[in-house]
């Protein structure tokens, strides 16, 4: 058995699994690509990060700039060829992969063969430990009560509810708190943010006070975005709950500074 890792699957051949890491982990939050190729490798894959890989396009996508999308996904699906699976810690890019790529191609169908193919071995982090690995338990210490965030694509589009509850039901001194409303939308959306930020704020605003009433310490999910925009409301209305990513909690990596907190003692 794999060392701190229950799974069905920890004797099987290591699967040669690709991590597309994501842009605002690459450039805010390392560590939760970190703490995925930890967690991945714990549960017996061998894990690459193919240098070549850029942004999933979703920006573009939203903006409607479907010839830019098509050219930043012909890229990745060029540098995720050949992998068994590819696992983003992200249920956004990660639906963008399995879901919207093979359209982008309807008019050139040898493209949209390698975008549905792309699309059939793209995952999202914790439901490929959970669902297709077979992971039923993490070896990691969290001393906090937490509540948990349902970011909308990993959620609506990927079916990631149950997954990271189960895992994290696994973390020893780590208690679940539920809010009132875990699967309502944080006000994030991408692009959203930026072009309503009036909505934008006051829906954060909305779920920032039903963190705070969960009276739990720590906030996490599974998509970066959700957990910058939350975090950077709440630090603005001086709450002292925690914000990190659910990987770096499950990898035991729950010692690091959490999202903004280095920036908030500058």
Known sequence: MVPGVSSPLAHSRPRRVALFVTCLVDLFRPSVGFAAVKLLEDAGCTVEV?????????????????????????QVIKAFEGYEAVVAPSGSCGGMLSHHYPGLFDDDPAMKKRAEDLAARSHELVSFLVD???????????????????????????GVKQQPRRLLGSVQGLTLREMTMPEVCCGFGGTFCVKYPEISNAMVGEKSADIVGSRAGTLLAGDLGCLMNMAGKLQRDDSAVKVRHVAEVLADMGGLPSIGEVEARR
Do not use: W
Not at 134 to 156: E, I, K, N, P, Q
């Open 50 to 74: 193919p240098p070549l890989q850029v942004c999933c396009g979703q920006p573009a996508y939203n903006s409607g700039d479907r010839a830019t999308t098509r050219a930043i996904a012909t």
């Open 132 to 158: 297709v690995l077979g992971v039923t338990s993490v070896s990691a210490r969290y001393d906090d009560t937490v509540t948990y965030h349902d970011s909308c694509s990993g959620l609506r589009e990927l």
